[in-house]
């Protein structure tokens, strides 16, 4: 097995008197897609945001290859080789599809305190940048404002500039929201290309694209892990059938 | 890096033309009109990168022209010069600091906040030199001799002549323009493009966001001090005002009327509101009634800026 590439501890957060995650630990492996699912308010996209550095966690550790970052700033987490992509689209609208990858990936500079030389003549820059849109499947759409981009591209324009960072570990948070079925179905595909090379945290409503997807689930209900295990596992766990996915009957 | 119209390359060219030989033909109260534009054009620039470039509002960028200014006074022994590279270097390095120190509170800050914690670190400002005796008062103090470079005996210009003075203002002001365009294109222009445009985007890229707007908030006040400084050597006289709200509301309006964000914008927006002001000032007394109504109908019918006009693509 690969070494573990995200490793949570005993992970929470209240806000306030609520609860928000309890007690959450887990752990995902390169080349394994792990997701997390649950009804709405169990705390998945808290947990994301922990794990981002988007919010500090009242108390557990979170290590991401192999190192303690619990507490640390978004920048610096990312700069450990976390990419994190938005349950609702994050990009630079007013930007270029390109313009949007490459400033993700001048992100990988040692400094971007440079001033003299223009920034479109960094071909390294460039070039991680054009491998992202032509991962991400956006060719041909680099010289368009992001605006104007339809909602499924948006998303692939969000995942793109995730990968523009070089991201070891990536954060999925519903990366499907909102889309058509053959916008999902693409998606699907392009994950599923990015499993061997990442570790993967998926956070997805869509139960086909994430049995489809995940090597591990987790369920997650009122901030707490309920069941965790294979996709087959999680299928027969009557607790979780009752708490979430309905009667068998029914799927 | 986005390329400007051929129609704008073309006018700024003939306008550039045109400025430098102005001083072949024009009067000495023209000569220093347009000395004045240049510097507030200067100034208007420095703003500029802030709110047009980097979302940063700031009402406070007085101080840092007025504290450069300030320091040339200071530096100038009376009835003598002070040294041009010395003067100009104190002043900037002064103007620097002040922007370092204070940029380090502000910048913790954003929106309206910022712009009440500028303003309130420029009043303060304002009022210490307003009420310190020795930096004059609410009068202010005079520079009775602009600053003089010298090598080895020789000066290649002499800043008491008019015309000389219009071409080491026109030379910065180039300079400054060439500057910021190149900087803008970089690596650095481009990560604070983004935080104007998504702040917390650029954090979840791996940008620590703070330490760019503190170099660019140093590198802001840094410009504003140079114009202080041209302004002060100019004017022979240093005043309160130079530090005031007023000033850097007049500053702010500059730059919207010119166009936030447009690389010649703030030069527009400076002479057009400096223009006006001498234009209206002939026709009545009630001159200001007449220029807030062409700022408003200005805003109205050109949202953009005056850059507009010559600007028809919309940059990134």
């Known amino acids: ?251 | 890096m986005e390329r400007q119209p051929r129609a704008l390359q073309v006018l700024l060219a003939i306008g550039l033309v045109a400025l430098a030989a102005f001083p072949l033909v024009g009067e000495k109260f023209y000569l220093q009109f347009i000395t004045k534009l240049m510097i507030m054009g200067i100034f208007a620039m420095s703003l500029d990168l802030l709110v047009g470039h980097t979302g940063l509002v700031s009402l406070g960028h007085a101080l840092f022209f007025g504290v450069a200014a300030y320091a040339l006074m200071l530096l100038t022994p009376e009835y003598q010069a002070a040294g041009f590279w010395t003067s100009l270097g104190v002043s900037l390095g002064v103007a620097a600091l002040a922007a370092l120190i204070v940029g380090f509170f502000v910048l913790r800050t954003t929106g309206i906040y910022f712009i009440m914690v500028t303003l309130a670190f420029g009043q303060m400002t304002y009022f210490y030199v307003h009420d310190s005796s020795h930096l004059g008062g609410s009068d202010g103090k005079y520079i009775y001799v602009r600053p003089v470079l010298e090598i080895a005996g020789w000066s290649p210009f002499d800043l008491e002549r008019p015309a000389h003075f219009y071409y080491v203002a026109l030379a910065m002001m180039v300079f400054v323009y060439l500057m910021l365009r190149v900087l803008l294109a970089s690596p650095f222009g481009r990560v604070i493009s983004g935080i104007k445009e998504n702040e917390h985007r650029m954090r979840m890229l791996g940008f620590a966001t703070f330490r760019y707007k503190l170099v660019c908030f140093v590198l802001a006040g840094t410009l504003a001090g140079l114009a202080g400084w041209l302004a002060a050597a100019h004017d022979g006289l240093v005043n309160p005002e130079m530090l005031s709200w007023h000033q850097s509301g007049q500053l702010l309006m500059m730059v919207i009327l010119g166009g936030m964000g447009t690389p010649s914008g703030p030069i527009l927006g400076a002479a057009a509101l400096k223009v006006l002001e001498l234009v209206f000032q002939g026709w009545t007394k009630h001159w200001q009634l007449l220029l807030g109504g062409f700022i408003v109908l200005s805003v109205l019918l050109l949202p953009r800026g005056l850059a507009q006009l010559f600007e028809s693509k919309r940059r990134d």
């Open chain 1, 1 to 251: 097995m690969t070494e573990v590439a995200l490793r949570t501890a005993a992970l929470r957060k209240d806000f306030g008197g609520l609860t928000a995650v309890n007690d959450v630990a887990l752990e995902c492996r390169v080349g394994q897609m792990h997701a997390v699912i649950g009804p709405n308010g169990a705390g998945k996209t808290t947990l994301i945001n922990l794990l981002s550095g988007d919010l500090a966690p009242s108390s557990g550790r979170i290590e991401i290859l192999g190192r303690d970052v619990t507490g640390l700033p978004p920048h610096r987490i990312s700069q450990l080789g976390v990419g994190r992509s938005y349950q609702r689209t994050n990009i630079f609208m007013r930007f270029t599809v390109f313009e949007n990858c490459r400033l993700a990936a001048q992100s990988r500079l040692p400094s971007s305190m440079r001033f003299l030389r223009a920034a479109a003549r960094y071909r390294a820059v460039n070039e991680a940048a054009a491998q992202a849109i032509e991962l991400a499947e956006l060719g041909g759409r680099e010289q368009l404002p992001a605006s104007s981009l339809s909602h499924g591209e948006r998303r692939q324009l969000e995942v793109a500039m995730t990968l523009a960072t070089q991201p070891k570990v990536l954060l999925l948070d519903e990366p499907l929201a909102g889309m058509g079925g053959e916008e999902s179905a693409r998606m699907v595909e392009l994950l599923k290309k990015l499993v061997p090379g990442h570790a993967m945290l998926l956070v997805e409503h869509d139960m086909d694209a994430v049995f489809a997807l995940a090597g591990l689930l987790t369920v997650m209900v009122n901030g707490a892990v309920l069941a965790s295990g294979t996709p087959e596992s999680i299928r027969a766990n009557r607790e979780v059938q009752e708490a979430y996915l309905g009667s068998p009957g029914h799927e």
